[in-house]
């Protein structure tokens, strides 16, 4: 079993900075990937940015490539994803997930097996 804990979402204006974490514990060495999805309300969860744990390689959608940045503390089980620039269309639920992904830029949602309960961020214009 694997645990997912997020923090760090929060309300900002156009332009400005959050900083999400995800804390992981249970058995992790399994997975061979963390990425984090969001949702807004009457849309699709999409992936957003997923990193391999072996390698460090990450994905980003085109939507955020620039302005969002995925990082991981094997150490101390964190997953962070640092969200710059943020702009309204950003707004949604944020969840961590972790599971072992054919391919990292994929981000299919059943491809992750284990997630959290989300971490809202609303950005206003």
């Known amino acids: 079993q694997v645990q997912l804990v997020e923090s760090g979402g929060g309300s900002v204006q156009a332009g400005g900075s959050l900083r999400l974490s995800c804390a992981a514990s249970?058995?992790?060495?399994?997975?061979?990937?963390m990425g984090w999805f969001r949702q807004a309300p009457g849309k699709e969860r999409e992936g957003v940015a997923a990193?391999?744990?072996?390698?460090?390689?990450?994905f980003y959608v085109d939507s955020v490539k620039g302005r969002f940045t995925i990082s991981q503390d094997i150490a101390k089980s964190t997953l962070n994803l640092q969200m710059n620039g943020l702009k309204p269309e950003d707004t949604a639920m944020y969840y961590c997930?972790?599971?072992?992904?054919?391919?990292?830029?994929?981000?299919?949602?059943?491809?992750?097996?284990?997630w959290g309960q989300g971490t809202q961020v609303t950005v206003s214009s």
């Open positions: 997930a972790t599971g072992r992904p054919l391919l990292l830029r994929r981000m299919r949602s059943y491809e992750y097996k284990y």
């Open positions: 249970g058995y992790t060495g399994s997975y061979n990937a």
């Open positions: 990193i391999s744990t072996g390698d460090d390689s990450t």
